[in-house]
């Protein structure tokens, strides 16, 4: 179930989306999230948020659209999981978060990653993954 949260506390996804870390999340961002898309469902993406026009969404668009849509952004949050849960397994461990950490170009340790493992609520050793609220927990950090 979503927790009771604030939602600017949702700047994790935003950072999760944006990529290229520039502040913004462009076409290219989305395209590498959601790599199954098309061109024309993430062009959709950009213009409902896309307030002023610029080809972007910055954070207070994004912002703007989950206040608005508040049911949507479980499913935005569900996506970026379901992005990150690279084997598909409806967890998320270590392993996926590395490939995932490296290939958004994100310089994380081992041990950053070690720890947002253990904060979402699994044992690093384990074969085990974190479900999708405790990969909320590791957000939240």
């Known amino acids: 179930m979503w927790p009771a949260r604030n939602i600017s506390d949702l700047r994790s996804a935003f950072e999760i989306l944006d990529v290229d870390r520039d502040g913004k999340i462009s076409h290219e961002d989305l395209k590498t999230s959601y790599a199954d898309a098309d061109d024309d469902v993430i062009g959709t993406m950009i213009t409902v ?3 002023n026009n610029d080809g972007y969404v910055e954070y207070d668009e994004f912002e703007k659209v989950l206040e608005r849509n508040s049911n949507r952004s479980i499913g935005l949050l569900e996506d970026a999981f379901k992005a990150i849960d690279g084997d598909g397994d409806g967890k998320v461990g ?25 904060f979402g609520g699994i044992d690093v050793d384990s074969t085990d993954g974190v479900t999708f609220d405790g990969f909320l927990k590791i957000l939240a950090v």
């Open 49 to 51: 948020a896309d307030s």
């Open 94 to 118: 270590y392993g996926d978060l590395r490939s995932y950490l490296n290939s958004a170009g994100f310089e994380v340790s081992d041990d950053e990653i070690k720890s947002m493992v253990r």
